[in-house]
């Protein structure tokens, strides 16, 4: 079974500020892995998405993660918060990058930026 | 282009009265589908996907139940609403070909009095 834990349910940062949003995870085989963004009253948008091949994975809006395996980690990295940044944030995991695998989420870590 | 419909996006039912989510999509043949929970704290949370009309899986034993009546519909309903089925709910679809391409509707928040 795989499963996602989202360190921190509420993080805030100052605007220009490094953003870190931290995810685990827990896959009894190589993982693909996802960050999703939720804009208030809004579904989900994919930010970005590691499936195979290079580690740091760079999505849009300014954000990376880094998939490290020695830590089963995915982290969501920005060098420098916009207002813009404020949302919920989500890591996914699953074990194969096609729609009949379950794809599972992490509880969701919600950034405020504070001006 | 495709895009998702969801519709309403907020619903406030009693305690014990039927439920009925709808979803549509637009600009493609054969989605998958999935309808998600979201509730406080606690993530999304699968609750059924479809690979086809009348073809329905669910994941977590409930209240609801969800069908496929066409091709780019997927309804969420209920006979009877409990108070713990309150939440924000997401219907998405995808074309199968990787989860990069899963697309989410706008979701709809129900509450549950």
């Known amino acids: 079974a795989q499963s ?10 100052s605007e220009g500020a490094l953003v870190l949003l931290r995810c685990n995870y827990s896959s009894s085989v190589p993982p693909y892995l996802f960050w999703y963004v939720q804009y208030p009253n809004q579904g989900l948008q994919l930010l970005l998405k590691y499936t195979t091949g290079a580690t740091l994975v760079k999505g849009i809006n300014g954000f990376e993660a880094e998939f490290k395996k020695s830590e089963t980690s ?12 404020a ?5 996914a995991v699953t074990n194969s990058n096609f729609g009949n695998e379950k794809l599972t989420f992490g509880t969701g870590t919600r950034l405020t930026i504070i001006p | 282009s495709q895009t998702i419909h969801q519709w309403p996006a907020t619903l406030v039912q009693p ?20 309808w998600y929970r979201q509730a406080a704290g606690r993530g999304l949370q699968l609750l059924f996907y479809s690979v086809g009309i009348g073809q329905i899986s669910s994941e977590v034993p409930q209240n609801l139940s969800a069908s496929r009546p066409q091709d780019r519909q997927f309804i ?12 924000f709910y997401l219907c998405a ?3 199968g070909q990787g989860y990069e391409k899963l697309f ?3 979701g ?5 009095l």
């Not at chain 1, 996602?4 to 940062?13: A, F, I, R």
């Open chain 1, 4 to 13: 996602v834990t989202q360190l921190g349910s509420h993080v805030s940062v």
């Open chain 1, 74 to 85: 995915f982290h969501l990295t920005k060098p420098s918060a916009h207002m813009s940044d």
């Open chain 2, 76 to 87: 969420l309903s209920s006979k009877k609403l409990l108070l713990s089925d309150s939440g």
């Open chain 2, 93 to 95: 679809w995808s074309d």
């Open chain 2, 108 to 112: 709809t928040q129900l509450s549950v």
């Open chain 2, 104 to 106: 989410f509707g706008s």
């Open chain 1, 87 to 91: 949302a919920e944030y989500f890591c």
């Open chain 2, 15 to 34: 305690v014990g009265s039927p439920l009925s989510l709808e979803c549509t999509v637009e600009g493609t043949s054969n989605p998958n589908l999935y």
